[in-house]
């Protein structure tokens, strides 16, 4: 907006909440979450998280990292409303979180795509299921498929994909309800890793990598978990640290790489980001993954 | 191997079994005690040709495909609801496992004292046997639901009924078909073990091609025609291979997407 054109009063509430970006509702407001559940096979139970405290901007990437079992996954189920939380509130606009809902999309890390369906049924699921009429579905369905580079596999099922397609695949499922959230969970951990920087780069396209500004909104919000520090400095506006046995929030590190970033892997900023997310965790990595071996 | 030999072989032995076994009978003179090729096939020729045989299969097919089907429509959603719920597992356990120990021709006396000696009680059975292999698939299945894609179905917006629709049940299809496969196989084995068990009495009411069973019994009793009995014995054989094979191919047809 051209500031000689605004009304004086709209420019200061304007440059109030460029200065405090904090001020502005945040979309997603995470307070005083805590989880803690019963394991099936021995009873026992498990603090999966304690005491998260969080606020994602709208239109903010932000990146989940940690070791394995500080529960990053457990972090996201409850944004997407999969289970309840044990203490505090998951908000999204303003409302409690309690059920999934078309608006927050999810991309599991396994995909979880339906064997049953073909590619085109699986992306036209949600469409689908909100009632979205067959024509209308297909045409958006069709769209997203050419999106993600599918075309000619509509027919096939996930088995008969190669595992980037099924990411391609989940990825156009879940961006079939248009959804302002997308929660992903290690979405590129399953494939190699060229396979992982070429869908990286498409995954920033697709968000809006070189579009004007960040956090105007017109980029939708994303929380992105991964045990991968690089590609969380690649693809994320703030990385958020979880350490360890019970997760909980460690640190917020802001990565302050202009965009676009897919020529950014090289550069010494980039590299010293990534060092410094890693020094942060690389304690209870070592410790978990003694854990792990004993 | 060529496929002249592949198809060659097992058929010249099965010309030459059939050969030595129809000239030791005819040597022997025991033609009415043991069967012979050639008798089983003249057997099945007029049996076929004055529509005994079909009648019989029809009215035993008939039970059987009543009976898997009532299996079915209790045993499914019973094995669905067991697998999805641990405490109905855990409290209808002992009633399941015992009643399943018991052999469902063991119910045969009991069958008769309350349907009588009409088919009925084999259709008790037949049930019964069916019933189980359902139950016990249907839970498996619903224990092997994956959560990730109830919980895909429901972030893209699916309802319960919808999870239902499209996950629950495709999910489930390939175990119970499975199911389905072994509650046929028990429910065809049980109707001629209840037809036999039966099938004398009901020759006594004039209602004697009531099943391939009481067929079976009369044969056995009444005309004494080991030809005829090994001819039905092959029917019956037949008819389970038939099934099963139809039931395999429904599966690749029904479950296109775990064809590989």
């Known amino acids: 907006m051209d500031p000689t054109l605004a009304p004086p009063i709209l420019d200061i509430a304007g440059s109030a909440s460029a200065m405090e970006p904090t001020l502005a509702p945040p979309v997603l407001d995470i307070a005083g979450v805590g989880k803690t559940y019963v394991s099936t096979r021995t009873g026992e139970s498990i603090e999966a998280l304690r005491g998260v405290d969080l606020q994602v901007r709208r239109g903010e990437f932000l990146a989940v990292v940690g070791p394995s079992g500080c529960g990053k996954s457990t972090l996201l189920s409850l944004v997407a409303g999969f289970a309840a939380p044990t203490t505090g509130t998951v908000r999204f606009k303003g409302r409690e979180v309690r059920e999934p809902e078309p608006a927050r999309g999810v991309m599991f890390q396994d995909y979880a795509l339906f064997p049953w369906r073909t590619v085109l049924g699986n992306v036209e699921f949600g469409p689908f299921a909100r009632g979205v009429d067959r024509t209308r579905r297909r045409e958006r369905a069709g769209d997203l498929i050419r999106l993600v580079g599918l075309e000619g596999f509509e027919h096939r099922y996930p088995h008969e994909l190669s595992g980037g397609m099924r990411q391609r695949c989940a990825l156009a499922r879940m961006l079939a309800n248009e959804p302002e959230l997308w929660l992903m969970d290690e979405p590129l951990a399953a494939v190699d890793l060229q396979t992982r920087m070429i869908l990286q780069d498409e995954l920033l396209r697709l968000w809006g990598d070189s579009a004007a500004g960040g956090g105007t909104g017109e980029r939708p919000t994303v929380l992105f978990v991964t045990h991968g520090i690089d590609e969380a400095v690649l693809l994320a506006d703030r990385i958020v640290v979880l350490g360890r046995r019970p997760g909980r929030l460690k640190a917020v590190v802001e990565v302050d790489l202009p965009r676009p970033r897919t020529d950014a892997r090289t550069s010494p900023a980039f590299t010293r980001l990534v060092e410094h997310v890693w020094s942060l965790i690389r304690d209870e990595a070592v410790r978990a993954i003694a854990e792990e071996t004993n | ?260």
């Open chain 2, 1 to 260: 191997m060529t496929w002249t030999l592949r198809i060659g072989l097992p058929s010249a032995t099965l010309a030459l079994l059939a050969l030595v076994w129809e000239i030791g009978v005819r040597a022997g003179g025991a033609q009415g005690i043991a069967p012979y090729p050639s008798g089983v096939i003249a057997a099945g020729l007029r049996l076929i040709a004055d529509g005994t045989a079909l009648a019989a299969l029809s009215g035993s097919l008939g039970r059987v495909l009543i009976g898997f089907g009532i299996g079915a429509l209790i045993g499914v959603p019973l094995g669905l609801a067991i697998g999805t719920l641990p405490a109905l597992d855990r409290a209808i356990r002992p009633i399941t496992d015992s009643l399943r120990s018991i052999a469902p021709i063991a119910w045969i006396p009991m069958a008769i004292l309350w349907l009588g000696v009409r088919g009925d009680a084999a259709l008790f059975v037949v049930a019964y046997a069916a019933v189980f292999p359902f139950v016990v698939n249907a839970a498996q299945a619903a224990r092997l639901v994956d959560r990730a894609h109830v919980n895909a179905a429901r972030a893209l917006g699916a309802g319960p009924g919808l999870v239902l629709r499209s996950v629950i049940v495709p999910s489930t299809l390939p175990l119970v078909l499975t199911g389905a496969r072994i509650a046929m196989a028990f429910a065809w084995g049980s109707i001629i073990a209840a037809e036999l068990a039966i099938g004398i009495k009901v020759a006594g009411h004039g209602r004697s091609v009531a099943g391939l069973g009481q067929l079976m019994v009369e044969t056995l009793y009444v005309q004494r025609d080991v030809n005829a009995l090994v001819f039905y014995m092959l029917v019956i054989g037949a008819v389970s291979f038939a099934i099963d094979a139809g039931l395999r191919h429904a599966q690749g047809v029904l479950l296109p997407w775990t064809r590989r």
